[in-house]
Structure formats: structure tokens, C-alpha cells
Nanobody
Framework: QVQLVESGGGLVQAGGSLRLSCAAFGSIFRINTMGWSRQAAGKQRELVARAFSGGSTQYLDSVKGRFTISRDDAKNTVYLQMNSLKPEDIAVYYC???????????????WGQGTQVTVSS
């Protein structure tokens, strides 16, 4: 199986920054889209950002200009740089990746374990 391991969450003051990392391990033929979602207590999960294999990116409107997604394909890793953090960013952040494990195989979606981001006001 493929495993995604997240790190970088924590507590930060409003206006501060955090950088989340997520690395994929296992038998991987190719990674397509990598991205991040988040879920705040009592709310639905929402897509925060994603990076397509072709290089394009997409962001949730509320994080545009503050968050930056990037990926290092050589390391099977995706990052989320979060600046100007606000209390409304408080959530558990989950990374995901669409992965083919073999050339003739299908695409499957894998998820990280989640990392808590807390912002104090």
C-alpha cells in the first residue's frame, strides 16, 4: 500500500506562518494530482489547494494570496505554505494524492493522517 505522512501542523499566532509537508511512500508508478483539504470542527471538509501534474494549481478563494501549494516530484512530496494565518484557518489538514501503483493500473486516491493547525487570536 501507499502511505502519506504529514507534518508541520501546530499552534501559531494570528498573522503567523506554518509550512505543512506531506510525503508519499510505497510502490508508486506515478503521482497525478496532489493537494490539501481541511475540516474544521462541526463543518464540512473543503478543498484548500491542489497541484496538478501539469503544473497548474487551484485554491480555495479564502486562502488565495495567503497559501501556496508546491510539490517536489523527485521526493513525492507536496507542501502547503500558509502565511497570514487567521482563526478561521483552524482545522485538521489532510493531504491527498492520486496515484498509479503500476503502469497499467488505475488511479486511486490516498490520504494522509491529518495534522492539526491552530491559530490563536
Amino acid at each position: 500500500q501507499v502511505q502519506l505522512v504529514e507534518s508541520g501542523g501546530g499552534l501559531v499566532q494570528a498573522g503567523g506562518s506554518l509550512r505543512l509537508s506531506c510525503a508519499a511512500f510505497g510502490s508508486i508508478f506515478r503521482i497525478n494530482t496532489m493537494g490539501w483539504s481541511r475540516q474544521a470542527a462541526g463543518k464540512q471538509r473543503e478543498l484548500v489547494a491542489r497541484a496538478f501534474s501539469g503544473g497548474s494549481t487551484q485554491y480555495l478563494d479564502s486562502v488565495k494570496g495567503r497559501f501556496t501549494i508546491s510539490r517536489d516530484d523527485a521526493k513525492n512530496t507536496v507542501y502547503l505554505q500558509m502565511n497570514s494565518l487567521k482563526p478561521e484557518d483552524i482545522a485538521v489538514y489532510y493531504c491527498y494524492a492520486g496515484i498509479r501503483r503500476e503502469a497499467a493500473g488505475g488511479l486511486y486516491e490516498y490520504w494522509g493522517q491529518g495534522t492539526q493547525v491552530t491559530v490563536s487570536s
